[in-house]
């Protein structure tokens, strides 16, 4: 498993596969937030397993605790 931390500069928003010309600085979402989540459906956790029995055993030990944050 990694973190957002241990992806280091791979952790940048991916470009577009189809940009829009009027689009100045289109941009992706990053493979994982960096210090906290900022919607619903963001990516916190992913799994790269080489078979389905060892990605099933690696997503069973991803614990995510989410903290409200203030308005």
Request: avoid cysteine; glycine fraction near 4%; aromatic fraction near 6%.
């Amino acid at each position: 498993m990694l973190t957002a931390a241990e992806l280091g500069e791979l952790n940048q928003p991916a470009p577009l596969l189809i940009p829009h010309p009027t689009l100045t600085h289109g941009r992706t979402q990053r493979p994982s937030p960096s210090t906290k989540v900022r919607y619903v459906g963001e990516v916190v956790a992913f799994v790269v397993a080489d078979s389905p029995l060892s990605r099933e055993d690696a997503q069973a030990l991803v614990e995510v605790e989410y903290e409200p944050l203030p308005w």
